[in-house]
């Protein structure tokens, strides 16, 4: 595709404006707590668009989409529990980590167990961070450009990680949370005009239902290879997602910065209820391309790009590009920034330096980030190998988040849980989760993210029995943050809740 000296303007101009903006908003950062934390002083808008902008990429403009394209509205279970969880973790996770003060989640694990399970943690969310997260969002973006405007992959992928790269080594998190303001808005803008100009195509909203309605299903049968429904509602679905927007320091990161509990409250709730859209400007377009162009689109997770690719006039696709590349962009520098801020204050300060001055802390979390960079692009290209990038980043991350779960959700419900049953259920949970994979490879790969959630939590239960806590672990007391709720946000939390019921009613 050709690009018009229009197209050109604006994509150089909004990547020019956003790493302005966030290289401005960030100029202060002096402290620690400033670069990894935003100065623990986030506003709840802020919180809510950075969510959001966080974990919408071409992963799901590529991945989703193209999962749409297979198996249609059911894959927007991810969304809609993800708005449901996001209550969750207002309502329930996130006073007891801003009560705690922490940086990080493993932190709060060695104040929960001990140093060994922080140090676990970290060590296998680093790792998951840019071996799955970060190169699946660079190859997935690079994939978006290759297939819209012919891009070389491999090219693709460095322009995008050098790009974003850059002003998270400088700004660190208040750099992301800027990007991810300004990236947020055009990304959700940029989906909303694809699928109405797909409405257009087609013939209108009802044409679309009426040609679309096999495919507007999102109870599938239990037995379903991908998105069964007891996974969904009462199994293996609600571990991702409570370890990616509960326990997840890429996600979290925003909310630990929060001014206040309020604040970070009503961040995460505007997050939930921009989740309920989401489907309609992700999931929607992959369907539409199947009904227009099924014939000629060669593989799932080009449905999206090839859309694009063919309603898009001239003179929208430089705004459709900048979408794209933000969207790539804002994922991108929240994973380093979080990877960046795990290793330094996990791993660095804890392990090899615990005297680090503040400076120095910045100046490590700086050359980790760009030494992320590198890492993930070189190996963002393997990537290709495994088919759907939506489904391997979901099926790869099973092997840690049910012992992370399991170790956060008994921990905290069970106060007389020893340090050997987190570190037993975090190691044996990659062996339980691979052992399912290899004796049942045709079963959803979320049962048996359930099953070895199961397990673990009998395991944790047998090691709590015979070698309980002789004494509760006192967790820290952060006076300096405002602890204070409100009725209001119980509210927002049960209209979100109800609002999801509602649309699982509509396309069940």
Same mark, same amino acid.
């Given at each position: 595709?050709?690009l018009?000296?229009l ?18 908003a +960030? =100029? ?10 935003? %100065?623990r ?6 919180i809510?668009? +950075? ?15 193209? *999962?749409?394209y297979d198996?249609g509205?059911?894959i ?19 006073? *007891?980590?801003? =009560?705690?003060?922490i ?8 104040? =929960?167990?001990?140093l ?23 190859y997935s ?15 693709g ?23 991810d303001?300004?990236?947020g ?29 096999d495919?507007?299903h999102?109870?599938?049968?239990w037995?379903h290879?991908?998105m069964?429904w ?6 293996g679905l ?6 990616? $927007? %509960?326990?997840n ?11 206040s509990?309020?604040?970070g ?10 989740k ?6 992700v ?11 099924g014939?000629s689109?060669p593989?799932a ?6 859309m694009?690719?063919?309603?898009l ?6 705004i ?9 962009m804002? +994922? ?5 920034n ?12 804890r ?12 100046t ?6 760009a030494a ?7 190996w ?8 759907s ?39 044996? %949970?990659?062996?339980?989760?691979g052992?399912?994979? $290899?004796?049942?490879?045709?079963v959803?790969f979320?049962h ?5 959630f199961c ?10 029995i ?5 004494e509760r ?16 946000i119980?509210? $927002?939390g049960a ?8 649309l699982?009613i509509?396309f069940?």
């Amino acid at each position: 595709m050709e690009l018009s000296a229009l197209d050109l303007t604006v994509f150089v101009g909004f990547i020019a404006f956003v790493i302005g903006v966030s290289l401005y908003a +960030s =100029r202060k950062e002096e402290t620690s707590e400033d670069y990894f934390l935003a %100065g623990r002083n986030l506003s709840w808008y802020l919180i809510g668009f +950075s969510l959001i902008a966080s974990n919408i990429s071409t992963e799901h403009f590529v991945g989703m989409a193209g *999962r749409g394209y297979d198996i249609g509205l059911a894959i927007a279970s991810y969304e809609w529990i993800a708005a449901v969880t996001l209550v969750i973790v207002a309502l329930f996770f996130l006073p *007891r980590f801003l =009560r705690s003060g922490i940086f990080t989640m493993p932190e709060y694990l060695e104040y =929960r167990y001990n140093l060994t399970a922080r140090s676990l943690m970290a060590f296998f969310m680093m790792v998951a961070y840019v071996f799955v997260a970060l190169a699946a969002v660079l190859y997935s973006g690079a994939l978006a450009l290759k297939s819209i405007f012919d891009i070389d992959l491999v090219k693709g992928i460095w322009l995008i990680g050098v790009l974003a790269g850059a002003y998270t080594i400088y700004g660190g998190l208040k750099a992301v949370v800027w990007s991810d303001l300004i990236q947020g808005a055009t990304l959700l803008g940029g989906g909303l005009l694809v699928t109405f100009l797909g409405f257009q195509e087609i013939g209108g909203v009802g044409k679309f239902l009426n040609a679309s309605s096999d495919k507007l299903h999102t109870v599938l049968p239990w037995n379903h290879p991908e998105m069964p429904w007891v996974a969904v509602f009462i199994g293996g679905l609600w571990i991702p997602n409570i370890f990616y $927007w %509960g326990l997840n320091q890429f996600i979290t990161q925003r909310t630990l910065g929060a001014k206040s509990l309020l604040e970070g409250q009503k961040g995460i709730l505007l997050a939930a209820c921009m989740k309920l859209l989401i489907p309609f400007i992700v999931v929607f377009p992959g369907i539409m391309a199947l009904q227009l162009y099924g014939d000629s689109i060669p593989e799932a997770d080009q449905a999206y790009p090839y859309m694009i690719k063919n309603i898009l006039p001239t003179g929208l696709r430089g705004i459709m590009f900048a979408a794209l590349f933000g969207a790539v962009m804002s +994922s991108l520098d929240s994973m380093l920034n979080s990877a960046s801020t795990i290793f330094t204050i996990d791993l660095y300060k804890r392990h090899l330096n615990r005297e680090a001055s503040s400076h120095k802390l910045v100046t490590t979390g700086r050359i980790a980030t760009a030494a992320f960079v590198v890492i993930g692009c070189l190996w963002a290209p393997t990537i290709a190998r495994f088919g759907s990038v939506f489904k391997y980043i979901q099926m790869i991350w099973g092997f840690i988040s049910p012992g992370i779960v399991a170790a956060f959700l008994f921990g905290m419900l069970v106060p007389m849980a020893p340090p050997a049953a987190a570190i037993g259920a975090m190691l044996l %949970g990659i062996a339980v989760y691979g052992l399912c994979l $290899w004796l049942m490879p045709n079963v959803a790969f979320l049962h048996h993210m359930f099953i070895t959630f199961c397990v673990l939590v009998l395991y944790m239960t047998i090691v709590t029995i015979v070698k309980p806590l002789k004494e509760r672990k006192k967790l820290p007391i952060n006076n300096d943050i405002d602890l204070r709720s409100s009725r209001t946000i119980k509210i $927002w939390g049960a209209i979100v809740v109800a609002a999801t019921a509602t649309l699982y009613i509509i396309f069940r």
